[in-house]
């Protein structure tokens, strides 16, 4: 659609195209990604705002538009779940560092405190206090990111079909195509009432902590942003 220009359109594509190449591997680096999560965001806002503003006088272009920011939306929207993912891999990284450093720590003050004991035991001399090794803090959740908005890492529920064999073949099965035909083929106990399947309704009901047969409950972690003052 190169007859159609957005005025945030370039920014958005470099700001995809950036946010792949991203490492986090340091607190600086992690510092960086975080501030740049939020730059993903707001290149998400501002293609869609512009469309919008281009829609409105021309709804003749509506189809247009759609097909042109779609894509890019979706490539934003993938990079920065990629983004996110590496932060929190980094994270999770620096909290099994720090684990580790505290037993090391901990097994350190152990082996001072059986030392005096003994000691102890041979002289008759009272035991000395040992004051305990410090707390290693571990990462935090939620983190001001340099343009100032709140980042927090939180756990939410989703779902899933479960992959199916069929001749011998793992098949890999879509939430908003599946029929009440292909549950009953592949032996799915989804309920009849969520058919044809409603995402946002299986959605909802995991997110509120129940069940449904037939679907797979996963974690997902992200990082939820609020904009700072």
Aim: charged share 25%.
């Amino acid at each position: 659609m190169q007859d159609i220009t957005l005025p945030s359109q370039r920014i958005a594509e470099k700001t995809a195209q950036a946010a792949l190449a991203i490492v986090v591997n340091s607190p600086v680096s992690e510092s960086q990604a975080r501030a740049y999560l939020d730059t993903v965001d707001v290149a998400v806002k501002n293609l869609e705002n512009d469309a919008e503003a281009l829609k409105r006088p021309h709804l003749d272009f509506v189809a247009k538009v759609n097909a042109l920011v779609k894509p890019l939306v979706t490539l934003l929207r993938d990079r920065r779940t990629e983004l996110a993912d590496k932060i929190i891999q980094y994270v999770e990284w620096c909290k099994a560092e720090a684990a580790k450093e505290q037993a090391k720590e901990l097994k350190k003050y152990e082996a001072k405190v059986d030392r005096l004991e003994e000691k102890a035991a041979r002289t008759g001399a009272p035991v000395p206090i040992v004051p305990p090794p410090p707390v290693i803090a571990q990462p935090p959740k939620t983190v001001i990111s340099e343009t100032g908005a709140t980042q927090t890492i939180r756990v939410t529920k989703d779902w899933r079909l479960p992959t199916v064999v069929v001749d011998g073949q793992a098949v890999a099965l879509e939430k908003d195509a599946l029929t009440w035909e292909d549950a009953q083929r592949y032996g799915l106990k989804i309920p009849a009432s969520f058919f044809y399947l409603n995402p946002g309704k299986v959605g909802q009901i995991v997110r509120a902590g129940g069940h449904v047969s037939g679907i797979e409950v996963v974690e997902v972690k992200g990082i939820s942003v609020r904009k700072g003052a």
